[in-house]
């Protein structure tokens, strides 16, 4: 897709040089520097491991570092960059803060969603995959197909994988058999 924008929302310091990289290569990809969210404002994040991390809107034992929270709605106007969206998230738990961000001006006209979901409750407030589904349907978005399942290695339980979600107005939620 060469004429795609690309826009990269992360919350830990430690990628900065590899956005700025990545961008400086890519003349239209940009990045902010930011935990997305449901409002502008601060959030707590567990940033002990470069690739993992944990959002929380109060301090708790492992979410102690205070970042600025933006919206995907916010980044998105403020850089003027043209539907339709696709939008990757992998956020471990926090999906439906960013979904809520993202509620007034991306969802609306986002033609796919790829959503990092697990079958165990990792937040006390996080929804496990089915619970995403769910929530995604009142959204209007169905899963389209799944990707990277994940396996726990200690007992080979299921552990997570990513749902790509489309709008389900589109042709293929119409048709009701397999064949």
């Known amino acids: 897709y060469p004429d795609a ?10 990628h900065r040089e590899a956005l700025v990289r990545y961008c400086s290569d890519r003349a239209k990809a940009s990045f902010v520097l930011a935990a997305a969210g449901d409002a502008r404002g601060s959030v707590f994040f567990d940033d002990s491991s470069p690739f993992g991390g944990v959002a929380s809107k109060a301090k708790t034992s492992f979410a102690r570092s205070e970042l600025m929270q933006t919206t995907l709605d916010f980044e998105v106007q403020q850089r003027n960059l043209p539907p339709p969206y696709l939008v990757k998230l992998d ?7 960013i979904l809520k961000g993202a509620n007034a001006h991306v969802l609306p006209h986002a033609n796919l969603l790829v959503i990092e979901v697990y079958n165990f409750r990792i937040l006390d407030d996080s929804l496990i995959f089915d619970e ?12 389209f197909d799944i990707s990277e399942p994940l396996w726990r290695s200690r007992d080979g339980a299921f552990w997570q994988m990513d749902f790509i979600f489309v709008p389900l107005s589109r042709p293929e939620f119409q048709i009701n058999t397999y064949a």
Not at 91 to 97: D, I, L, N, S
Not at 132 to 143: A, H
Request: proline fraction near 3%; avoid cysteine.
């Open 132 to 143: 995403i589904v769910r929530y995604m349907r009142e959204l209007g978005f169905g899963v």
């Open 5 to 14: 924008q690309y826009l990269l929302v992360e919350a830990q310091e430690v």
């Open 91 to 97: 956020t471990h738990g926090y999906e439906v803060p």
